[in-house]
């Protein structure tokens, strides 16, 4: 209807009858806009809402500015900055989203991996806020070494003898292969030259980092003569990396971590170890598959260990190297140690974090991940059963029928590839072709949420793992469900 009377306005009055951008500006309702946004945001979006109106009007084509070609004067100009407010909303959102981690995966990568708890996040804050003795040695009084904020801690939680931090535990391999490596041999089995999501492959970091690699053994079984026989004159170290994405099983061989650090040291070289995750505790204790720990390497006998601050230990983004401290030492020397150090925040966040390991029986109500990943799934049952009524009613008007059903959580980040955690999801499924259809839509319209909502789609039905949401977040969810379901039928 509205385009029939478009089409019958003739548009050369239409377009004049478009306000100016100055009477637009000064209207009452944008003062609100300009103190919000500001002068300049707000003259972008009336312009750029102007040339719609009037890009619309010329095509004939009812757009959402359609309406008020026949609109009153006054009913125009609020239709236009109506418009206008919802371009500056927009625009003014973060690119960076908080988002309802529904998948399953509690260590997402893509979803930002460890949620951080309340202690690091206060400390990142502080940080953040405040000058703070970051390169300052407050006995002294003069410069000192940012390494020094958690050195004692990470010492005292691994049992190594020193330990520095660099941005992530790729650049830790890196460095490490730098620093120790260059122009000389590792040697690594070959059923461990893995890739890490996000092209990190370990032959290319070698390279890279100007480290020759020696690949010794078959990809399922490698032996100590494999080892023995690889090591020589230009073997700067003798790696082992932790296969943390995978496993290989049947007819297998791996050299213990023990008798690789016997052969590497009887050779005079160092042995190293890239773990990955490396959780700094025995997780069997909370009930969980056991994960080998940096200290359990140290024990061992290697000389050095890598691992990241985002995965099991639940901390910021960093990689940590911990171990020998002439080796140590020559790493932090390396031009690279300075291209690759950490921030403020981040070692405020590391701080507080490694901090709480050393109280390990309150460690699972107080690291954010360790609570998640022990949460029992009667919890989330129940959590289900409170969801449930709340989100019925609006997906069965679009067809869509919701249910609390058993589901198995993942930890992720290459932790544990193969464990599994017992679970509770909400499944939404569709009835008939039109529900199956909407299950699809739904999925869409949680992810365009203003808080979105990001589950899987496995076998034509919905999954809402419910581990990761937080009680706090419940009512969120229930919004977030019902206003999509509404837009569902709407645009039937
Ligand atoms: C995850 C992982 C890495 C990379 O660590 P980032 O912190 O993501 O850079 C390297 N090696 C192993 C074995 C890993 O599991």
């Known amino acids: ?39 300049d945001e707000v ?10 109106a009037r890009a619309q009007w010329r095509s004939g084509k009812p757009g959402g500015l359609a309406a008020t070609a026949t609109a009153t004067d006054d009913a125009l100009l ?4 109506d418009a206008a407010s919802a371009e500056l909303d927009a625009r003014a959102r973060p690119n960076l989203r908080q988002v309802l981690n529904l998948t399953g995966t509690v260590l997402h990568t893509n979803l930002g991996r460890a949620v951080m708890p309340r202690e690091a996040i206060e400390a990142m804050a502080l ?72 092209a990190f ?24 003569s494999d080892f023995e026989a ?5 073997t700067a170290l003798v790696m ?22 016997s052969i590497a040291h009887a050779h005079g070289v160092p042995f190293v170890v890239d773990l990955g995750s490396g959780t700094l505790i025995d997780l069997t204790q909370y009930g969980l598959p056991a994960e080998p ?43 690279l140690k300075r291209a690759l150090r950490v921030g403020k925040i981040t070692l405020a966040g590391l701080e507080a974090v490694l901090r709480l390991y050393r109280d390990p029986a309150s460690l699972p109500g107080r690291l954010t991940v360790l609570t998640l990943l022990t949460r029992p799934a009667a919890h989330m049952q129940e959590q289900a059963l409170r969801l449930l009524p709340g989100v019925s009613a609006a997906l069965d008007a679009v067809d869509l029928v919701a249910s609390a059903v058993p589901a198995l959580s993942q930890i992720g980040s290459g932790s544990l590839p193969v464990e599994r955690l017992p679970s509770v999801a909400l499944s939404v499924a569709g009835r008939g072709r039109a529900g199956e259809r909407n299950v699809v839509l739904l999925e869409r319209k949680l992810r365009a949420s203003p808080t979105p909502v990001i589950g899987r789609i496995q076998d034509k039905t919905l999954l809402l793992d419910l581990r990761c949401l937080r009680p706090d977040h419940e009512e969120v969810l229930v919004r977030s469900v019902c206003d999509a379901a509404s837009q569902i039928g709407k645009s039937r």
């Open 1 to 39: 209807m509205t385009e029939k009377r478009v089409a019958r306005a003739p548009l050369s009055d239409l377009l004049s009858s478009l306000p100016s951008v100055d009477r637009l500006v000064t209207h009452a309702r944008a003062g609100d806009l300009i103190k919000a946004h500001g002068r």
């Open 43 to 52: 003259l972008r979006a009336v312009r750029n809402v102007l040339e719609s």
């Open 78 to 81: 609020v239709a236009l900055l």
């Open 127 to 198: 940080a953040a806020a405040e000058p703070c003795a970051l390169e300052y040695d407050l006995g002294e009084g003069r410069r000192g070494d940012r390494d020094e904020l958690v050195e004692e801690l990470l010492c005292e939680l691994s049992g190594a003898e020193a330990a520095t931090v660099v941005n992530n535990n790729a650049a830790a391999v890196f460095l490490l292969l730098n620093a120790l490596s260059s122009r000389k041999q590792t040697v690594v089995s070959r059923g461990e030259l893995i890739e890490i999501g996000g």
């Open 201 to 224: 492959r370990i032959p290319d970091i070698m390279q890279r980092a100007g480290a020759k690699l020696v690949e010794v053994g078959t990809t399922n079984r490698t032996h100590a």
């Open 230 to 234: 690889a090591i020589g004159a230009r």
């Open 240 to 261: 082992k990396v932790h296969t943390s994405n995978y496993i290989v099983q049947g007819f297998t061989a791996a050299v213990p971590e023990s008798e690789l650090a």
């Open 293 to 335: 720990t940096p200290r359990d390497s140290i024990a061992q006998g290697a000389d050095l260990v890598t691992f990241s601050g985002d995965k099991l230990l639940g901390g910021p983004q960093a990689g940590i190297i911990v171990g020998r401290k002439d080796l140590i030492q020559k790493i932090k020397k390396n031009p």
